[in-house]
């Protein structure tokens, strides 16, 4: 059978402060990171993110060197980064138009 | 040295095939019992299943027939369809291509239409293997890309892989189109400042404004509950998933299905139809965009998958990426690169996104794709419509 390289995440952009799970990680898994190694608290399910940095809150959340969102609390490295710590910061073109639109 | 069939107005193909289209759903068995006899050989099925007009179905059947890939057409009609067979007929014999028409309730029913629409197509298949043959440079590629039952994997994986081989050949000098507005709301403003111009900014804006409205006026919710299960946080995380295939390349033209990109460069399409709601979802299924990428002269489409897609397609064959390892394992027969690769450490994003542009130059020399092997030619036209592009759309090749 194949073999796994070490990690179970990857990054996907040297600017992302996010990575992105390749397989599901399970609760107690070390990851190394440029601060030093942190273990999940909790078991990451493939494809979601946890973050490299130290995110503050109302920072931009980075993923494939874009932006995603914005951080609603502080968060740790190694900690999962989802809908309960991001908010969207997109607001629908439709919005945008329709409050620009002179009646 | 790669060479293709050099066709009257310049374009390349990569393909010599020969098309039995028929022009309304009445004549859809008798079409398909023509080709029936073919199997094994270049001759394809496609067709408009209306009786109702729709310009936009004319435009794209006259694309379509008259596409690189293609050598000659039969079309065949059973006679009282609204489809109008004159012009699109005309539009291919002006292209330089064998072309002929059977109409059903002329020629004397199923079993005389068939008996000559197989008799044609025996001389046509002799006629087009004169067809002369040139060398293809990559320039002289235009090529698609779409993604399709997508999962978690495929916006890691097979999507960026996909986004690199398209750096690659745009550098290279081909057309490379990425599409579907509809999934890339969120992304507009990053989309904007990668156009070549700011009035070109402005119409990618203004076309994700309009697939906006439009999916709001459907109802359809472009981001759910599932897409958070699996992984994604916000709708632009979503947006861009699908986003990264179109790669880092400056975005040269916002073009329509049918609009042919008069050079290199990369280049999106928008498939949402202009005006009211009229015609129900813009693409109803993965082909009927592949569809609209070959309308633009696309010769092949990379399609990345995740859940794992076996569609191929009529006219232009589809390199299937598949983003998810477990899916390349299980449908191996069906795929032709293995991004899952990616996910499971083995390989970078830069080396499958080479890989596949080594296979977009294997495909142009005429190697056959796991679909294209298998048989695959699926093909969906369904009824829209659309303005013309406008002037700020396309790169200005005197500038």
Same mark, same amino acid.
């Given at each position: 059978?194949?073999?796994?390289?070490?990690?179970?995440?990857?990054?996907?952009?040297?600017? @992302?402060?996010? &990575?992105?799970?390749?397989?599901?990680?399970?609760?107690? /898994?070390?990851?190394?990171?440029? !601060?030093?190694? %942190?273990?999940?608290?909790?078991?990451?399910?493939?494809?979601?993110?946890?973050?490299?940095?130290?995110?503050?809150?109302? @920072?931009?959340? &980075?993923?494939?060197?874009?932006?995603?969102?914005?951080? /609603?609390?502080?968060?740790?490295? !190694?900690?999962? %980064?989802?809908?309960?710590?991001?908010?969207?910061?997109?607001?629908?073109?439709?919005?945008?138009?329709?409050?620009?639109?002179?009646? | 040295?790669?060479?293709?069939?050099?066709?009257?107005?310049?374009?390349?193909?990569?393909?010599?095939?020969?098309?039995?289209?028929?022009?309304?759903?009445?004549?859809?068995?008798?079409?398909?019992?023509?080709?029936?006899?073919?199997?094994?050989?270049?001759?394809?099925?496609?067709?408009?299943?209306?009786?109702?007009?729709?310009?936009?179905?004319?435009?794209?059947?006259?694309?379509?027939?008259?596409?690189?890939?293609?050598?000659?057409?039969?079309?065949?009609?059973?006679?009282?369809?609204?489809?109008?067979?004159?012009?699109?007929?005309?539009?291919?014999?002006?292209?330089?291509?064998?072309?002929?028409?059977?109409?059903?309730?002329?020629?004397?029913?199923?079993?005389?239409?068939?008996?000559?629409?197989?008799?044609?197509?025996?001389?046509?298949?002799?006629?087009?293997?004169?067809?002369?043959?040139?060398?293809?440079?990559?320039?002289?590629?235009?090529?698609?890309?779409?993604?399709?039952?997508?999962?978690?994997?495929?916006?890691?994986?097979g999507n960026p892989a996909a986004g690199r081989a398209f750096d690659f050949l745009v550098a290279e000098g081909a057309a490379c189109i990425f599409e579907e507005t509809g999934e890339l709301i969120g992304c507009e403003e990053i989309m904007a400042e990668r156009a070549v111009a700011p009035e070109l900014g402005q119409?990618?804006?203004?076309?994700?404004?309009?697939?906006?409205?439009?999916?709001?006026?459907?109802?359809?919710?472009?981001?759910?509950?599932?897409?958070?299960?699996?992984?994604?946080?916000?709708?632009?995380?979503?947006?861009?998933?699908?986003?990264?295939?179109?790669?880092?390349?400056?975005?040269?033209?916002?073009?329509?299905?049918?609009?042919?990109?008069?050079?290199?460069?990369?280049?999106?399409?928008?498939?949402?139809?202009?005006?009211?709601?009229?015609?129900?979802?813009?693409?109803?299924?993965?082909?009927?965009?592949?569809?609209?990428?070959?309308?633009?002269?696309?010769?092949?489409?990379?399609?990345?998958?995740?859940?794992?897609?076996?569609?191929?397609?009529?006219?232009?064959?589809?390199?299937?990426?598949?983003?998810?390892?477990?899916?390349?394992?299980?449908?191996?027969?069906?795929?032709?690169?293995?991004?899952?690769?990616?996910?499971?450490?083995?390989?970078?994003?830069?080396?499958?996104?080479?890989?596949?542009?080594?296979?977009?130059?294997?495909?142009?020399?005429?190697?056959?794709?796991?679909?294209?092997?298998?048989?695959?030619?699926?093909?969906?036209?369904?009824?829209?419509?659309?303005?013309?592009?406008?002037?700020?759309?396309?790169?200005?090749?005197?500038?």
């Amino acid at each position: 059978m194949t073999e796994l390289k070490a990690c179970p995440f990857m990054r996907l952009h040297p600017d @992302d402060n996010t &990575l992105v799970a390749r397989i599901n990680a399970d609760e107690g /898994t070390k990851i190394d990171m440029d !601060g030093g190694q %942190v273990q999940l608290s909790q078991t990451i399910p493939m494809a979601h993110k946890i973050a490299c940095r130290h995110i503050k809150s109302g @920072d931009v959340v &980075l993923k494939y060197g874009m932006p995603i969102g914005v951080a /609603t609390v502080d968060i740790a490295p !190694g900690e999962h %980064v989802h809908v309960h710590n991001v908010r969207s910061a997109y607001t629908p073109s439709v919005v945008l138009h329709e409050a620009d639109a002179v009646s | 040295m790669i060479e293709g069939w050099l066709r009257q107005d310049g374009r390349k193909g990569i393909r010599n095939s020969v098309l039995v289209a028929y022009l309304v759903e009445c004549a859809h068995f008798v079409a398909s019992e023509i080709v029936t006899e073919f199997r094994g050989q270049d001759v394809q099925l496609i067709g408009f299943p209306g009786c109702f007009p729709n310009e936009y179905a004319a435009q794209m059947m006259e694309r379509l027939c008259t596409h690189p890939n293609v050598g000659a057409v039969l079309f065949v009609s059973l006679g009282c369809e609204s489809f109008d067979k004159v012009r699109v007929s005309a539009a291919v014999e002006a292209s330089g291509r064998p072309v002929r028409t059977l109409v059903i309730q002329k020629a004397g029913g199923t079993k005389s239409t068939i008996k000559l629409g197989q008799d044609w197509i025996k001389s046509a298949l002799l006629e087009i293997d004169n067809v002369s043959r040139t060398p293809l440079a990559p320039s002289d590629l235009v090529i698609g890309t779409v993604c399709g039952g997508s999962d978690g994997t495929s916006g890691i994986s097979g999507n960026p892989a996909a986004g690199r081989a398209f750096d690659f050949l745009v550098a290279e000098g081909a057309a490379c189109i990425f599409e579907e507005t509809g999934e890339l709301i969120g992304c507009e403003e990053i989309m904007a400042e990668r156009a070549v111009a700011p009035e070109l900014g402005q119409a990618i804006r203004e076309s994700v404004l309009k697939a906006e409205r439009y999916y709001q006026t459907l109802g359809y919710g472009s981001f759910a509950a599932g897409n958070a299960a699996g992984g994604l946080s916000t709708i632009e995380e979503k947006s861009l998933g699908a986003y990264v295939k179109s790669g880092s390349s400056q975005i040269s033209g916002l073009i329509k299905p049918g609009d042919i990109p008069p050079c290199g460069g990369l280049y999106l399409m928008d498939v949402v139809p202009d005006g009211d709601v009229r015609f129900g979802f813009p693409n109803i299924s993965d082909n009927a965009e592949i569809v609209e990428m070959i309308a633009s002269g696309a010769h092949m489409t990379l399609f990345v998958t995740g859940r794992g897609s076996v569609v191929g397609s009529a006219i232009s064959p589809v390199i299937k990426i598949c983003a998810n390892p477990e899916t390349y394992r299980a449908l191996f027969d069906d795929m032709d690169i293995n991004a899952g690769d990616i996910i499971e450490g083995h390989r970078t994003i830069d080396e499958v996104g080479q890989e596949i542009s080594e296979l977009v130059y294997a495909v142009a020399g005429g190697q056959q794709t796991k679909s294209e092997q298998l048989g695959h030619r699926e093909f969906i036209l369904t009824y829209k419509s659309f303005e013309p592009i406008g002037p700020a759309c396309l790169p200005n090749l005197h500038s």
